[in-house]
């Protein structure tokens, strides 16, 4: 029998599970790695030492209160990490549009505004729409049956792995001064569940001083099923900034993303229901009412929420295919989101948005 | 039961869930923050981020929840103790709290230097070894490091013997530096 490797040997020092079998039966006659074993327990044993610290005193109930406490007051669900008041602010303010963006598509999602979408519309919003739609949260329970597992990488065969063999775009010619340093990442598919729950949209309507809209009949323990992914993508940009702490990173210049378009699926209810029902809520402005309803057959439309103050769209035809532009041709930010062929594209950056139609038209 | 009884049972047993995974496994989650920060008090304000980042998008009663809990634990004290605005404001505090101490302040002085070199050193391994160790350190047997990390239980003895190695080597750099 071969010796026994050095994590054999770190696991028979403290794991009781470890110290039986053919490994103890080798370690008890191999004076070569009972000599390794004492080496390594050792080092164990030092380790622990360095890292010991006093034991921290809790106390369960009161910290159980705080975090209840602290759920309740936050509208769950919105969070910007990437805002920062240190950083460009108009770079910023269309990123916090675009990161909005996805969070309200998500929450559309949920909401069952669509199935299974072919093509995308923009939709202007206001930021009161996308915090009302945030508090979605407030009327059900999402849970993943399937977590996302995310992974970035350095070559492109690793990341069309981790998305279980999605094959990445590729941008035929970077517009000038987008750096060549690429980064890749890929998304396993990711498979989420929001259950309805009439008690608590009620709870949040009387949290509000507001009356619940009426519920359709089986709303209530509706649930809706959501998949996304897998989906791979390319980010350009040197995003450590050098000499920097490493919590402080650069905007990347340009995004690409490939997935699989979202599909939904709901039991009790539909989607007919579960618009009207959402668009009922509280908080809700009559505009975003009135675009959402002149957008025509939800289940194959995928929205794509503009918020007025941030960001200008556009219809354009990227590969035959209908598809929004956002953004100016400054400079500042831009994107493209375009679905074919089942899967829905993105292509984003602080470049122009004429670049990011060529980059578009010419991705394969 | 009927219909509305139901509901509230569903929308209570959720709380329940909730609450009892935080009952089983608070102490352990700050058990796991405190190890990577030495100190209880941080520790304290990561669990309870992670807890509350769990409670917005999973299900208390999810299989995998306590997996959850501690590598979001490890990672988040992690990233924590490699910001640079933690560090300053972490001298600043330490230096006061050293001062108010009545006994033997040398010495204090110096447990409190060595754990933070410590804590520097282990702020620059990778992710991983990083957190199989401090979860490990913190009383997580090999079976619930391995799942929190995703990996079999079999590596989980690589990862700390590599992690144990890799600290040792920047504890040694850090000093001679």
């Known amino acids: 029998m071969a010796h026994l490797t050095e994590g054999t040997l770190r696991r028979m020092v403290d794991d009781p599970d470890a110290r039986s079998g053919a490994d103890a039966a080798h370690l008890e006659g191999c004076p070569e790695c009972q000599a390794q074993f004492k080496v390594v327990s050792a080092d164990a044993r030092s380790i622990a030492t360095l890292l010991a610290v006093p034991e921290a005193r809790v106390d369960v109930g009161r910290s159980f209160e705080r975090v209840m406490q602290h759920r309740k007051s936050q509208p769950a669900l919105v969070r910007f990490p990437i805002l920062r008041p240190s950083a460009r602010p108009l770079t910023l303010a269309f990123v916090a549009a675009i990161a909005a963006g996805a969070l309200v598509v998500m929450a559309f999602t949920f909401a069952g505004l669509f199935f299974k979408p072919t093509t995308v519309k923009a939709v202007p919003v206001t930021v009161a729409d996308m915090q009302a739609l945030s508090e979605l949260s407030n009327y059900g329970t999402l849970a993943w049956t399937k977590e996302p597992q995310l992974q970035a990488t350095t070559s492109a065969a690793d990341a069309s792995a981790a998305a279980g063999g999605l094959s990445l775009p590729t941008v035929a010619k970077l517009p000038d001064g987008v750096s060549t340093t690429v980064t890749y990442g890929g998304m396993s598919e990711a498979v989420a569940t929001f259950t309805f729950s009439a008690d608590k949209a009620a709870a949040s309507a009387a949290a509000q001083g507001k009356t619940l809209p009426k519920m359709p009949t089986g709303m209530d323990g509706a649930t809706l099923t959501l998949t996304v992914g897998p989906a791979v993508g390319e980010v350009y940009g040197n995003l450590q900034k050098p000499g920097s702490a490493t919590n402080d990173i650069n905007l990347p210049q340009l995004i690409v993303v490939k997935s699989a378009s979202p599909t939904a699926k709901s039991t009790q209810v539909s989607v007919t229901d579960l618009e009207n029902f959402i668009l009922a809520q509280p908080g809700i402005s009559a505009e975003l009412k009135a675009a959402i309803q002149a957008i025509g057959d939800p289940s194959t439309t995928l929205l794509i929420p503009v918020p007025i103050q941030y960001a200008t769209s556009t219809q354009v035809t990227i590969q035959g295919s209908d598809g929004v532009a956002l953004g100016d041709n400054t400079g500042v930010g831009a994107g493209v989101v375009w679905v074919k062929d089942g899967y829905v594209y993105v292509v984003v950056g602080s470049i122009k948005r004429d670049d990011a139609v060529t980059i578009a038209n010419n991705l394969k | ?177």
């Open chain 2, 1 to 177: 039961m009927n219909l509305g009884a139901r509901r509230m049972a569903t929308a209570k047993s959720d709380e329940e869930a909730f609450e009892a995974l935080f009952t089983a496994e608070y102490a352990r989650v700050v058990g796991i923050a405190n190890r990577v920060l030495a100190d209880p008090h941080e520790a304290e304000d990561v669990a309870q981020d992670v807890f509350i980042d769990f409670h917005r998008l999973h299900s208390a009663s999810a299989q995998y929840a306590p997996a959850w809990l501690h590598r979001a634990a490890a990672h988040a004290s992690l990233n924590r103790l490699r910001g640079a605005r933690r560090r300053q404001k972490r001298e600043v505090a330490q230096a006061m709290e050293e001062g108010e101490r009545a006994v033997d302040p040398q010495k204090q002085l110096e447990v409190s230097e060595d754990r933070r070199h410590v804590r520097q050193a282990l702020g620059r391994l990778a992710p991983k070894p990083a957190a199989a160790l401090a979860m490990r350190a913190s009383g997580l047997s090999y079976a619930e490091v391995a799942q929190a990390l995703g990996v079999g239980i079999g590596q989980v003895g690589t990862l700390l013997r590599r992690a144990e190695a890799a600290l040792r080597k920047e504890v040694t750099r850090g000093t001679s530096n």
